[in-house]
């Protein structure tokens, strides 16, 4: 009889309690170590989902190559099913330098977990691993919250951060995907990359490429943020001013009206509208 995993899964506050220790991942790396692992091809094998668009360095790809090349396996991959392939849950470092060291067959441990607990285990490794990057924290937080509802009280308890940070770290995922590489590569801060998030289209793209080939501090990129946020209030401030004499106008419960004598008085005045928006 098969089993119904869904029957079988643990509680919310069983999970919470469960993933929110910090050593989680610690043990249950002892327990698959005890457990019997049985060597899967590598060319069965894919890259973790939820994360896959965290890129890793080809110097942490081949340092780990290399390791595996001398050393071997010390812990095998946790996997879990896939049809008739097998999909990756811990140890995508090892993973992507096996692969680089064509190593054909892979130790591993089989775990039939759902996508929820899967994605637990990922967040509980991302937030125990110092050498993980904000980006992988994002993606499991936003997984976590669009596809089973957890609250940012609750991944803030998980993940051991505020509900502040949390939010911070979701609006990560807003940058475009040239940004979020450098975040991977170690190019670019999480410091960095939050102050470029309350920028948008061309002030962002400016921001970001001047914050990376300037190699400015977190501070230095707040200030520049901030300029820039300035100069654009300054900006429509200007606008309002330049129009002003142009036409009549009133303002009242946060709307402006504007009234006009005519049809060309009208295109006049977007006319003028349209150029100080190109200046």
């Known amino acids: 009889m098969k089993k119904d995993k869904k029957a079988s899964m643990p509680s919310l506050s069983t999970l919470i309690e469960k993933f929110s220790q910090e050593d989680v991942i610690a043990v249950m790396e002892k327990e698959y170590q005890a457990a019997p692992a049985r060597l899967i091809p590598t060319s069965l094998i894919d890259d973790t989902r939820f994360i896959k668009d965290v890129v890793l360095s080809s110097d942490t790809i081949n ?3 290399s390791g595996l090349k001398e050393k071997g396996f010390y812990n095998p991959l946790i996997v879990r099913p896939n049809g008739e392939r097998f999909e990756l849950i811990l140890g995508r470092k090892r993973f992507f330098g096996a692969k680089k060291a064509g190593i054909l067959s892979l ?9 929820e607990e899967m994605l637990l285990m990922l967040l509980a490794d991302t937030r125990d691993n110092r ?31 505020s509900r502040s940070q ?4 979701l609006r990560i995922l807003s940058l475009p995907d ?14 960095q990359a939050r102050t470029l998030t309350s920028l948008k289209g061309r002030q962002l793209e400016y921001a970001y490429k001047k914050i ?15 300029s820039i946020l300035k100069r654009e209030d300054l900006h ?5 001013i330049n129009v002003s004499g142009l036409v009549s106008f009133s303002i009242k419960n946060k709307s402006v009206s ?10 006049r005045f977007l006319n003028n509208l349209k150029n100080n928006y190109k200046n």
């Not at 130790?107 to 996508?115: A, I, K, S, Y």
């Not at 949390?166 to 770290?169: C, D, G, P, Q, S």
């Not at 040239?178 to 410091?191: F, R, T, V, W």
């Not at 504007?258 to 295109?267: G, H, K, M, Q, Y």
């Open 63 to 65: 340092s780990f190559a």
């Open 107 to 115: 130790p591993c441990v089989v775990n039939d977990v759902g996508d």
């Open 131 to 161: 050498s993980s990057n904000v980006l992988e924290m994002a993606l499991v937080c936003n997984a976590l919250s669009s596809m089973f509802g957890y609250t940012q009280k609750t991944l803030a308890e998980l993940s051991h951060f």
């Open 166 to 169: 949390i939010t911070n770290i």
């Open 178 to 191: 040239n940004a979020k590489n450098d975040i991977c590569l170690g190019k670019l801060s999480y410091g």
């Open 212 to 226: 990376v080939d300037s190699n400015m501090s977190v501070r230095e990129s707040e200030q520049l943020v901030r």
């Open 236 to 240: 429509s401030d200007e606008v309002m």
């Open 258 to 267: 504007f009234a006009f004598n005519s049809i060309n008085e009208r295109d």
